[in-house]
């Protein structure tokens, strides 16, 4: 199984697409970085560019996460393993 993994990450690399796939990933963890109270509020819907999208429920949830949006990110890439995640952009 290791050899699977190593060989699909080596692949992803050769091909340029390792950068997307750890992008993508944020969408993947988002309810465990925010927690469930968040995550009942909003829907990720994309990843481009190192720009998450976010879908709120209403304004008011996006002017809170505004607030919050330098302290996501980090958490972010931290589960990330890097800086992945440059940007959140809610709507």
Do not use: Y
Request: proline content about 1%.
């Amino acid at each position: 199984m290791e050899k699977l993994k190593t060989s699909i990450g080596a692949f992803l690399k050769s091909a340029g697409l390792e950068k997307g796939v750890k992008q993508n990933n944020a969408i993947l963890i988002w309810d465990g970085v925010v927690g469930t109270t968040i995550a009942e509020k909003t829907s990720p819907e994309k990843v481009e560019h190192g720009v998450l999208t976010i879908k709120t429920e209403n304004a008011s949830w996006r002017q809170e996460l505004l607030f919050k949006k330098s302290e996501i990110i980090k958490k972010l890439n931290q589960e990330l393993g890097q800086k992945t995640i440059r940007e959140i952009k809610f709507i």
